[in-house]
């Protein structure tokens, strides 16, 4: 073998390949760990030692040049951008650099070893943690992430199987119920949910909280009046049309969050249904677009801000070793009333006419 030069600096992918080992294998060899046997650790070591391979010194400083991960799919919604602001509010404040990336597909996404080398290669340039940010993350990512010691924090997680992700969230059941509770004491009763996706964990405990208000109060759902889409503006206004258009429609009903809602809030207004004389409307964020819909959005205000604080808290704190105190962080919601919800009207409701010529 010949010895890369100072500007060909060895990787660990590099040790991997010419030891033929994977690269999850070589940073066990790297971290020290007990579970490779002798005659790889040796073949790993002497292929360290001829290539002149040596770790990032950005793996053993405490709080220099350290970079986090934070995974999205989307940064138009008022949602994500609140929650990023807590990220980098927090990164700011432990000078860690921030770089925003698409969740990863393909073989990374379903082979452990691509995964493994993936992973291995942000190690190599200073990545401390990653953070997942309403967004699906492959298993094969997350057990590479253990086996290569790089913590992962779930915010909102989708679609996660692997139940020993660290997740960030807020009091989702409370939430949801306790803008089911408002709506029942308003006297509604024919109250329907517009929720996102059923592989979002959070928008499904929103959803139970709304079934456990409804249960206590002895109400039973209309399964007509129950929905899980998107959480989209889009999904709101298809869903609120249809409902809308029911021979028995709602007098109220919960959105799973803040967009939906809006969603809901236009669809009311196409059809000429005023909105808290003829329907109540709820939201869940409490993002700042509450403020500005007509009428405003009664909203579950859920702490993204600091959510997204704890999220950059928790991973460096995984980094150096601190494991959190449970993997499931939750925070508290409140209800937030404004202008978007009241009594119910006193002449049950009739099928909305039909806009237009």
Excluded: C
Excluded at 259 to 285: M, N, Q, R, W, Y
Excluded at 287 to 303: A, D, G, H
């Amino acid at each position: 073998m010949v010895r890369r030069g100072r500007s060909e600096r060895a990787t660990l992918a590099d040790v991997a390949r010419l030891a033929g080992v994977s690269p999850t294998t070589a940073s066990k060899v790297l971290n020290g760990r007990s579970d490779v046997g002798p005659k790889t650790r040796e073949r790993v070591l002497e292929v360290m030692a001829e290539i002149g391979y040596k770790p990032t010194a950005a793996r053993h400083e405490r709080n220099r040049d350290r970079a986090l991960v934070v995974m999205l799919d989307f940064v138009e919604s008022r949602y994500a951008g609140t929650v990023l602001q807590g990220i980098l509010l927090a990164a700011t404040s432990a000078r860690a650099e921030l770089v925003l990336r698409l969740p990863p597909g393909g073989r990374i996404g379903t082979s452990r070893t691509a995964a493994g080398a993936w992973i291995e290669e942000m190690k190599e340039s200073g990545v401390a943690g990653l953070i997942a940010l309403a967004v699906a993350v492959p298993d094969a990512v997350l057990l590479a992430a253990e086996d290569l010691e790089m913590p992962v924090v779930a915010i909102d997680p989708i679609d996660t199987t692997e139940s020993r992700v660290v997740s960030i969230g807020s009091t989702n059941w409370a939430g949801g119920r306790s803008a089911t509770e408002h709506l029942i004491k308003l006297g509604h009763r024919r109250i329907a949910w517009i929720g996102g996706p059923p592989g979002s964990a959070p928008s499904m405990e929103r959803f139970h909280g709304y079934q456990a208000a409804l249960d206590s109060a002895g109400l039973t759902p209309d399964r007509a009046l129950i929905r899980h889409e998107a959480f989209s503006v889009e999904a709101g206004l298809r869903h609120g049309r249809d409902m809308l258009a029911l021979g028995e429609r709602p007098t109220a009903i919960v959105a799973g969050n803040d967009e939906i809602a809006v969603g809901v809030l236009a669809a009311a207004k196409e059809a000429g249904i005023g909105v808290p004389d003829e329907l109540s409307v709820t939201g869940f964020d409490d993002t700042p677009q509450t403020e500005w819909t007509t009428p405003r959005l009664t909203s579950v205000r859920q702490p993204l801000v600091g959510m997204g604080r704890m999220a950059v808290e928790t991973v460096l704190g995984m980094a150096d070793g601190v494991q959190p105190a449970s993997r499931h962080l939750q925070l508290a919601t409140t209800l937030s009333v404004r202008d978007s919800t009241g009594p119910a009207p006193a002449v049950p409701p009739r099928r909305a006419a039909p806009s237009g010529p």
